[in-house]
């Protein structure tokens, strides 16, 4: 777990029974979709240049998935809440995530062949790992993988990589867009 | 994360620990406490903690497994302590966890 940018992360026991029945027992849990954590490494260490960042997963369907609470009130009526993020403990999260991010790339694959590449080969989770031939070819990944996400009003966050070139390039421009602090 | 205060900036990434500047994977472990008692299930317990996706540690780790094989051979149950010279080489094995900090995997064995 990223200890950088997630200090609580809430897990929900949606295998909790409920007149013998849980969330999980009547939901897809779906299939699996994330890559093989092997075949990522691999392609981490694969060429020089590494490149690291992780996105941050927004679902956008909240308004499918809500809460009841009423924090031991029983005589008013509960309140409503809906999620933000994906709800980790759901058997479906860890397709809904992949999913999401899946086909996002898929659809902006010509404008954004390189990240797209990288989220659909060489992602797992919320992780994208990757690795390019030399330097020059390490700052556009940067580029496409901040559009592709920002098309989702989603985030690549936590960009690091082994060459000191692609992080000096990264800052200057971070720096140029005023976005320096706070990564 | 500000890679100009953090010269040796290390992350973990997928439960493995990177040093992006130096490129460097490791894989570190904690030896458990000196009275662990030696069971065939804390053994398996402990032994599990080395997270080996890549298989980098395979060499230390093997050692560990025809151990526990050694157990089951030798019909030990799960919580009993283990009292022949496996109890020793168990032991070693623990103590030596420590040093698996120390082992540094460079991306790119070639030239560069």
């Given amino acids: 777990m990223s200890k950088s940018t997630t200090k609580v992360r809430i897990v929900f026991d949606c295998s909790a029974k409920c007149n013998g029945i849980s969330l999980n027992d009547v939901i897809h849990a779906g299939r699996k ?35 009841l609470w009423r924090d031991g009130e029983t005589d008013r009526n509960p309140d409503v809440y809906k999620f933000s993020r994906v709800v980790f403990g759901k058997n479906s999260a860890p397709m809904q995530a992949q999913f999401v991010a899946q086909e996002h790339a898929r659809r902006h694959r010509p404008d954004y062949p390189l990240a797209a590449e990288t989220v659909l080969q060489s992602t797992y989770m919320d992780n994208s790992l990757d690795s390019v031939e030399e330097d020059e070819k390490g700052i ?37 867009r005023g976005e320096h602090k706070g990564q | 994360m500000n ?26 472990a904690t030896p458990p406490p000196l009275d662990y008692s030696i069971t065939k299930r804390n053994a398996l317990k ?3 903690t080395v997270f080996n996706p890549l298989g980098l540690v395979t060499p230390f780790i093997v050692q560990a497994k025809t151990m526990l094989q050694e157990l089951w051979n030798r019909g030990y149950d799960w919580v009993e302590e283990i009292q022949d010279k ?27």
């Fill in chain 1, 33 to 67: 979709l994330q890559r093989e954590l092997f075949d990522v490494l691999i392609r981490f260490r694969h060429n020089l240049v590494a490149l690291v960042c992780d996105i941050q997963i927004e679902a956008e369907d909240g308004p499918l998935f809500q809460i």
């Fill in chain 2, 3 to 28: 890679i100009r205060d953090n010269k040796d900036a290390v992350m973990t990434t997928l439960r493995l620990q990177w040093k992006s500047t130096e490129d460097i994977l490791a894989v570190p």
């Fill in chain 1, 140 to 176: 556009e990944p940067y580029h496409q993988h901040k559009s592709l996400w920002a098309k989702a009003g989603m985030h690549a966050r936590k960009w690091v990589s082994n060459s000191a070139k692609v992080m000096a390039s990264k800052l200057e421009e971070d720096r140029a």
């Fill in chain 2, 86 to 112: 496996v109890a020793n080489r168990s032991q070693l094995w623990f103590l030596q966890l420590s040093s698996l900090a120390y082992v540094k995997i460079p991306c790119c064995l070639q030239n560069q």
């Fill in chain 2, 46 to 48: 402990k032994i599990a």
